[in-house]
């Protein structure tokens, strides 16, 4: 039996793919691993939102997973504070046989070392000194896996603010040479890590993303639709776009391919997603540009309650993004029988095969042209939904965890 332990800071918080990802393999461990032992660490210390994620992720009843809160001590209150000092300080006394988290690894944490192996001639004796030394001074050493959802930050580092880019220049490599394991969420990812990092090939593993189960219980039912549209003030027929409002989304261009179509489609556009951090302000310039101010929608944060009806009331979902890990969204509304519209790059394809319509990215003509080809065929949109939900059976959180235990205990 091992013990590992899972950062779920971002559970809670509302950080789209970065919860979701955590959540959907938190609970599915819970369901299938009855054997290892789970702690589960975070920074939240409300007793009812502790309460909440416990009930969510489906662990009260399970004697083998445990939350862990830890409090960053003044003047470290911060996340920094939290993954260079407070984590670390408790692994040192308490540790785990692996740690998970994602991107920085907690720094002052020694690798795992196995005190058992013994030399019998001078330098092994000066070693097992040395090993000796170590385990009374730092404990025995924990094995840190970081998961990576993307590298975009190294490929389109133009969108990137100076001061994120700074620490992460810092940061990655130094997280990436102290990881024992680097877990990419796609293929694509995994040869992107080392493609740029210069990692070598047997560090680097990746698992696949899913739909999380929650999101599969949701009610899509007309009635539902009706109340999503009514809650969030939505028009009866729409295109969606639903995720962060970052530059790499491509959303100007899918702005842009909507003005060509507008009035041949009858459709409005809906673009969900909360104005947060590295914004793209080249969206409001868009909608401007083209004069869409009563064709284009922000209904902002979408309640994770309402995120299957959105997409099921829409036309057709469009993922216009020009660099992904994966892409969440885009097998969520594939999960609930949408047609699919997305933008022709090795992530998407990885997740979709041929089983909806891509585009060329940098085209708004392009993208202009398949939304009209989907309006325009009725029978297409329906071939689309149904080769979407059989390609999207493929993914669970449940076979990702699976997959991940044999990584973390390998």
């Not at 409300?46 to 009930?55: F, G, Q, T, W, Y």
């Not at 599969?216 to 009635?223: A, C, G, N």
């Not at 003030?233 to 491509?250: A, C, F, V, W």
Request: aromatic letters at 12%; one cysteine or more; hydrophobic letters at 45%.
């Amino acid at each position: 039996m091992a013990t590992i332990g899972i950062d779920i800071r971002n559970i809670g918080k509302h950080r789209t793919g970065d919860e979701a990802v955590f959540f959907g393999l938190a609970k599915g461990l819970a369901k299938i691993d009855n054997q290892n032992k789970y702690l589960l660490f975070t920074d939240i210390t409300d007793a009812a939102v502790l309460n909440s994620i416990a009930e969510k992720l489906e662990i009260k009843n399970k004697s083998n997973f445990k939350i862990i809160s830890l409090v960053a001590v003044r003047p470290l209150r911060n996340k920094f504070g939290w993954n260079f000092w407070t984590l670390p300080n408790y692994l040192r006394k308490n540790p785990v046989d692996t740690y998970l988290t994602q991107y920085i690894t907690p720094f002052f944490v020694p690798k795992k070392i196995h005190p058992h192996t013994k030399n019998t001639d001078l330098f092994g004796a000066i070693q097992n000194l040395f090993i000796n030394w170590r385990i009374k001074r730092f404990g025995v050493g924990v094995k840190i896996a970081t998961i990576v959802h993307d590298v975009s930050f190294k490929v389109y580092s133009q969108f990137i603010k100076f001061s994120d880019l700074f620490f992460l220049k810092i940061l990655i490599p130094l997280s990436f040479r102290r990881a024992d394991k680097i877990i990419a969420v796609s293929k694509f990812t995994a040869s992107e890590i080392k493609k740029y990092y210069k990692i070598d090939a047997n560090k680097v593993a990746w698992i696949h993303n899913a739909v999380s189960e929650d999101f599969l219980r949701q009610d899509t039912t007309t009635e539902k639709i009706l109340a999503v549209k009514k809650k969030y003030h939505l028009p009866d027929e729409y295109i969606l776009y639903i995720g962060t409002l970052q530059p790499r989304k491509n959303i100007p261009t899918l702005i842009e391919a909507y003005a060509k179509i507008k009035l041949e489609i009858g459709a409005k556009l809906v673009i969900a997603g909360g104005r947060g951090h590295n914004f793209d302000p080249r969206i409001d310039a868009a909608v401007c540009k083209f004069n869409l101010r009563n064709n284009v929608f922000f209904p902002g944060y979408i309640a994770e309650e309402d995120k299957a009806a959105l997409m099921k009331g829409a036309r057709v979902f469009c993922s216009p993004s020009r660099y992904e890990g994966f892409g969440i969204p885009l097998l969520e509304a594939m999960t609930v029988g949408t047609p699919v519209i997305a933008s022709d790059i090795p992530p998407h394809r990885e997740i979709a095969s041929e089983n909806l319509i891509f585009f060329e990215p940098k085209s708004a003509e392009d993208l202009a042209g398949k939304i009209r080809q989907l309006f325009d065929s009725p029978d297409l949109s329906v071939i689309l939904a149904q080769k979407g939900l059989i390609q999207a059976r493929n993914f669970s959180w449940e076979k990702t965890a699976r997959d991940l235990i044999d990584i973390l205990i390998k």
